[in-house]
């Protein structure tokens, strides 16, 4: 158990600081052109796995009792994202414009990495800091999703995902057998429908109209709407081609993930609708200690849904008793997903020995596999 005390000293938290290695990185890659624009990737999907086999696991739990102001240097770490990410995104796009030296496909490579980054650092924050009660983190969470021009994952995700993770009424849980190339364009389906649905559902509990202004989606269009009109400012159609593209990228990234996070994991149905509570096992974790550095603890999925609004440095790692493993870090997974035979033919008997080890009781999996089992209360 690591104490409070040290977990609140700089040196324990500046690990995670590690990600603000990509913004200079970028830009180094806008100024040289050429094969170094595709940085990012290279660096969050390769050289990330390298450093998970070289420095191992991290088994370590901190003290779940630290006080939160021996937390600032982590809270400050995703609050300080936020405007880096801002400036980067369209200080790139007014560059690119007046850069010469720069050809069509290297402006496309460049912002392929902004999109790497905005997605598995800005949307990563963004998910931190929409989970705290603080309205300033909130704000600065709504501010990285429109950047990404996906406001919607918020109401989503707090709403709809953690309630019914595991059931057919969620949309991000990744079905058995069901490849990343079918999961994908569901999700971006479902997901914006499932979020505007609970939200008019909870103005309908008020006797409130979806057309109400507190709605969130009115702030989440108007956020939106001001990214893409200051993109379409500094670098006219082509600099709000590249803001959407880069977008584009970066929800790709998040879906990777979220397919990733829960493939084939359901909670059992009770019946009439009624499900188990979620458990520790209905996440993959991973315990790679680098990937865990640049991806602030996301890997300890469990512990995030058992505690949502615990901070990134306070959760809690699971050993395979408690919950199933990833043979793998994010990043390789992430690759992996890409190529469905591969993630079947490493994931499926994985998802076959645990539910061996948790439903043995189970014995017919068809509605499961195809999320055809009722709809949950």
């Known amino acids: 158990m690591i104490s409070s005390q040290t977990a609140a000293k700089l040196q324990s938290a500046l690990p995670f600081w590690i990600s603000f290695v990509l913004i200079p990185a970028i830009w180094f890659a806008a100024f040289v052109g050429g094969w170094w624009v595709l940085i990012i990737p290279v660096l969050t999907w390769y050289l990330f796995t390298g450093l998970d086999i070289a420095v191992g696991l991290n088994l370590e739990n901190v003290d779940t009792d630290t006080a939160e102001?021996?937390?600032?240097?982590?809270?400050?770490?995703?609050?300080?994202?936020?405007?880096?990410?801002?400036l980067t995104i369209f200080g790139l796009i007014y560059y690119v414009g007046q850069a010469e030296h720069l050809g069509t496909w290297e402006k496309i490579g460049l912002f392929f990495s902004v999109g790497v980054a905005t997605g598995t650092i800005g949307i990563n924050y963004s998910h931190e800091l929409m989970h705290q009660k603080n309205k300033l983190e909130r704000w600065l969470g709504d501010a990285l999703l429109a950047m990404v021009l996906y406001s919607h994952f918020r109401s989503e995700h707090?709403?709809?995902?953690?309630?019914y993770v595991g059931t057919p009424r969620?949309?991000?849980?990744a079905r058995y057998g069901e490849g990343f190339h079918r999961f994908f364009p569901r999700v971006l389906r479902e997901c914006w429908q499932s979020a505007f649905k609970a939200e008019k559902d909870m103005l309908a509990r008020k006797d409130l109209p979806w057309s109400d202004l507190?709605?969130?989606?009115?702030?989440?269009?108007?956020?939106?709407?001001?990214?893409?009109?200051?993109?379409?400012?500094?670098?006219?159609?082509?600099?709000?081609?590249?803001?959407i593209f880069q977008s584009f990228v970066a929800i790709w990234q998040l879906e990777l993930v979220n397919y990733v996070e829960h493939y084939g994991l359901t909670r059992k149905h009770l019946g009439d609708g009624k499900y188990e509570h979620v458990?520790?096992?209905?996440?993959?974790?991973?315990?790679?200690?680098?990937?865990?550095?640049?991806?602030?603890?996301?890997?300890?999925?469990?512990?995030?849904?058992?505690?949502?609004?615990?901070?990134?440095?306070l959760l809690q790692n699971y050993t395979e008793a408690d919950a199933p493993q990833l043979p793998y870090s994010?990043?390789?997974?992430?690759?992996?997903?890409?190529?469905?035979?591969?993630?079947?033919?490493?994931?499926?008997?994985?998802?076959?020995?645990?539910?061996?080890?948790?439903?043995?009781?189970?014995?017919?999996?068809?509605d499961y596999n195809k999320a055809r089992n009722p709809l949950p209360r």
């Open 330 to 366: 994010y990043p390789i997974m992430t690759m992996a997903a890409m190529y469905p035979r591969l993630w079947k033919r490493i994931m499926n008997p994985r998802v076959q020995r645990w539910r061996d080890m948790y439903y043995p009781e189970i014995t017919q999996w068809h």
């Open 69 to 86: 102001h021996d937390l600032k240097w982590y809270k400050l770490l995703t609050s300080a994202w936020v405007p880096i990410q801002f």
């Open 170 to 173: 969620d949309p991000v849980t």
């Open 158 to 163: 707090l709403l709809v995902h953690h309630r």
């Open 214 to 243: 507190s709605n969130p989606f009115f702030r989440y269009w108007a956020l939106q709407a001001a990214m893409l009109l200051l993109a379409l400012i500094l670098g006219g159609w082509a600099g709000a081609g590249l803001f």
């Open 279 to 313: 458990q520790p096992r209905h996440s993959w974790n991973a315990a790679h200690r680098a990937s865990n550095w640049l991806l602030i603890n996301l890997q300890r999925h469990s512990d995030h849904h058992y505690k949502p609004d615990r901070r990134f440095p």
